[in-house]
């Protein structure tokens, strides 16, 4: 929603922008759409999509459809950059938009900022966000840090575990863990990582 409003006056002040035609707005998302996270990404494309289905069904941007291209990246940062360059140069996007994951995320950063396109990531950004990449909520190391002393102060929880993905989305989460529990006092009782990408 906070995407969709700016696109107004983004797309009325950059008219002659690539991806921006007088009938036309070009966007582009890259999401796990194959592998294990797949059902963890898929909700959040499909809720997309029906946003700019009714915005389109409304008449658009200024007359403008939304044309939201998307790849697919099985959550895996080397096809998330490929995807990410193939939208920009190939198809010419406006922005993108969409993409969901910490490792993903940070592995494309570079070639954004290099790019200079806007990159609005889906949830939230990493904790060392870019120039051109704005999360859609809260760092996680910010989430990790909240849940973690809600648990222990108010839920009644008396020991804490941390269970993370061996990657960026797992240090960035154990930031907020461990400053938390550094407050608190309180050791953390066991960590235990897993591979992106499991099924185990």
Same mark, same amino acid.
């Not at 200024?62 to 291209?69: D, E, P, S």
């Not at 697919?72 to 190939?90: F, H, M, N, S, W």
């Not at 929880?157 to 529990?181: F, H």
């Given at each position: 929603?906070?995407?969709?409003?700016?696109?107004?006056?983004?797309?009325?002040?950059?008219?002659?922008?690539?991806?921006?035609?007088?009938?036309?707005?070009?966007?582009?998302?890259?999401? !796990?759409? @194959?592998?294990?996270?797949?059902?963890? /990404?898929?909700? $959040?494309? &499909?809720?997309?999509?029906? +946003?700019?289905?009714?915005?389109?069904?409304?008449?658009?941007?200024?007359?403008?459809?939304?044309?939201?291209?998307?790849?697919?990246?099985?959550?895996?940062?080397?096809?998330?950059?490929?995807?990410?360059?193939?939208?920009?140069?190939?198809?010419?996007?406006?922005?993108?938009?969409?993409?969901?994951?910490?490792?993903?995320?940070?592995?494309?950063?570079?070639?954004?900022?290099?790019?200079?396109?806007?990159?609005?990531?889906?949830?939230?950004?990493?904790? !060392?966000? @870019?120039?051109?990449?704005?999360?859609? /909520?809260?760092? $996680?190391? &910010?989430?990790?840090?909240? +849940?973690?002393?809600?648990?222990?102060?108010?839920?009644?929880?008396?020991?804490?575990?941390?269970?993370?993905?061996?990657?960026?989305?797992?240090?960035?989460?154990?930031?907020?863990?461990?400053?938390?529990?550094?407050?608190?006092?309180?050791?953390?009782?066991?960590?235990?990582?897993?591979?992106?990408?499991?099924?185990?």
């Amino acid at each position: 929603a906070a995407a969709i409003t700016m696109l107004p006056l983004v797309a009325q002040a950059q008219a002659q922008a690539p991806g921006v035609s007088k009938n036309e707005i070009k966007l582009g998302g890259v999401f !796990a759409l @194959s592998g294990p996270a797949r059902l963890i /990404m898929e909700p $959040y494309e &499909q809720g997309i999509r029906i +946003v700019f289905n009714k915005v389109n069904a409304d008449g658009g941007i200024h007359g403008r459809k939304i044309n939201w291209i998307l790849d697919d990246d099985g959550y895996q940062p080397a096809r998330t950059v490929a995807g990410v360059k193939k939208l920009v140069e190939r198809d010419n996007v406006f922005l993108l938009f969409g993409n969901l994951g910490t490792p993903t995320t940070k592995a494309a950063m570079p070639y954004v900022d290099q790019a200079k396109v806007p990159y609005f990531v889906a949830v939230a950004s990493p904790e !060392a966000i @870019s120039r051109y990449t704005f999360g859609l /909520m809260a760092n $996680y190391d &910010q989430v990790m840090y909240q +849940v973690p002393k809600y648990m222990l102060q108010k839920g009644g929880v008396k020991k804490l575990g941390y269970l993370y993905q061996n990657d960026d989305l797992g240090t960035v989460g154990r930031i907020g863990v461990e400053r938390a529990l550094k407050e608190l006092n309180m050791p953390l009782a066991a960590d235990v990582g897993y591979e992106r990408g499991t099924n185990d």
